[in-house]
């Protein structure tokens, strides 16, 4: 890799030891706490050996293919969780390929400065636990899901977002599925008393 970058030799083994050294995603403190100083990891991302994914997280490019806008999210905000379109996605209540990841944080967080386009979104902090779990980005990072059901009745809930049709094709594919348990849509619903009747009156037409 350091030879693709210009360097040969004894300084491209130096800089190829050197990024061995260090975890596959990483922070400054992180490196430097390995004896490896900020002005090096400097010099191995203009050796083309790490690459930046937010302010002072980097990760080395020999690392297994991953979403980098996703695992930046998950270093630099533990809370944030995937939801909406992004969620159902990953639920396969959608087919929509959204043009960046839809992201929630709580309500007065700051959302995090990362390389790739993002869609944020603010959720009440007394409502931004239910229905959260996690998902795998890589073999080390979690970052925050929403389950199924919570994640149809946000598309109902935030409808003007994404469109109507968005949370009932969700919710067709979502009752099809066996195990699939109405009672649990409906009480994930009831912490949003103006989204319920909306959930309700669609899944009786359904069932």
Known sequence: ???????????????????????????????????ITRYAVYALRGAGLIEPLARGLYRRVDGEPVDLTTLAIAHKAP???????????????????????????????????????????????????????????????????????????????????????AAHEALRRWVRRPGSQPSRLLATASHWPRTLPAVRKALEVLL
């Open 1 to 35: 890799m350091a030879a693709r970058a210009g360097l040969t030799g004894v300084w491209a083994d130096r800089f190829e030891e050197a990024a061995a050294l260090l975890p596959v995603t990483f922070t400054l403190a992180q490196a430097e706490a390995l004896g």
């Open 79 to 165: 809370r944030a969780t995937l939801c909406l379109v992004t969620a159902l996605v990953r639920h396969g209540l959608s087919d929509e390929i959204p043009a960046a990841p839809d992201v929630a944080v709580p309500r007065g967080d700051r959302a995090p400065a990362v390389e790739g386009p993002v869609r944020w979104h603010r959720f009440d902090r007394a409502t931004f636990e239910i229905g959260r779990e996690t998902t795998p980005v890589d073999p080390v990072t979690v970052i925050g899901l929403y389950s199924p059901e919570r994640s149809i009745v946000d598309a109902f809930r935030l409808a003007r977002l994404d469109g109507p049709e």
